[in-house]
């Protein structure tokens, strides 16, 4: 990603909050970590952001009462729950603030950046939702027809053909993390369901073989990055 995307987190839990810190910046974040919530509420007041991640059980103020100010500023901004409440109540309360996730602890750090990503998508999907045709070089991809074409020449794609494509549109010029797609469109990152992306990714590339000024590519241990010249319209 050109322009790291900003992470407010805040986690009491000295250790949790470092692990958790420290992955998120290797994932190609910008992380910020506050202890409670008083000193997040303070950086938000003067940073920009993209996403939070709060604990619900800090000191100075919890979780629940950093989300309501925060949506009092600003009504857009996915927020995430970390907690180790599992009661029903307390989930229904932190998604009746304005919730867009909750994860109960012990989580994987895996898990995390899933619905972290997951969550994003969504927001750039609602930001974009009028434009569902890229440009693609010489190419145009209509990802609700699921049609490419060139010129006269229209390609009728399958179901998982485009919806490939079509996140690797919105990551064009950006690394498509592998785990990422393979749970968005096939749900499960077993090795049948990889093998089954590769063979994906290798129609794709035949049919955008037309165009030498595109070019999907792979990224070791990381995944794909669509090369094009221009962005999505």
Request: hydrophobic share 40%; net charge neutral.
């Amino acid at each position: 990603m050109d322009e790291k995307l900003r992470i407010l987190l805040c986690e009491d839990d000295e250790n949790l909050g470092m692990l958790l810190s420290e992955y998120l910046q290797a994932k190609g974040y910008a992380a910020e970590l506050y202890p409670d919530g008083d000193a997040g509420f303070k950086a938000f007041q003067k940073n920009k952001y993209d996403i939070c991640v709060f604990d619900v059980m800090m000191p100075k103020k919890d979780g629940f009462t950093l989300a309501q100010e925060v949506r009092a500023v600003n009504t857009e901004i996915p927020i995430i729950f970390l907690t180790a409440k599992t009661l029903k109540e307390d989930i229904l309360e932190g998604f009746k603030i304005g919730a867009d996730d909750y994860i109960t602890k012990p989580f994987s750090m895996e898990e995390l950046t899933f619905r972290i990503e997951a969550i994003l998508r969504r927001v750039r999907g609602k930001k974009n939702k009028e434009s569902s045709v890229y440009k693609l070089g010489k190419f145009t991809f209509d990802s609700q027809k699921q049609i490419l074409s060139l010129g006269e020449k229209q390609t009728k794609l399958t179901t998982k053909e485009s919806e490939l494509l079509s996140l690797l549109c919105a990551h064009a010029n950006e690394i498509l993390q592998r785990d990422f797609a393979l749970k968005t469109i096939w749900i499960d990152d077993n090795y049948f369901n990889a093998r089954s992306m590769d063979v994906y990714i290798t129609k794709l590339r035949k049919h955008l073989r037309e165009d030498n000024s595109i070019e999907i590519i792979n990224i070791h241990g990381k995944g794909y990055k669509l090369i094009t010249p221009e962005k999505e319209v």
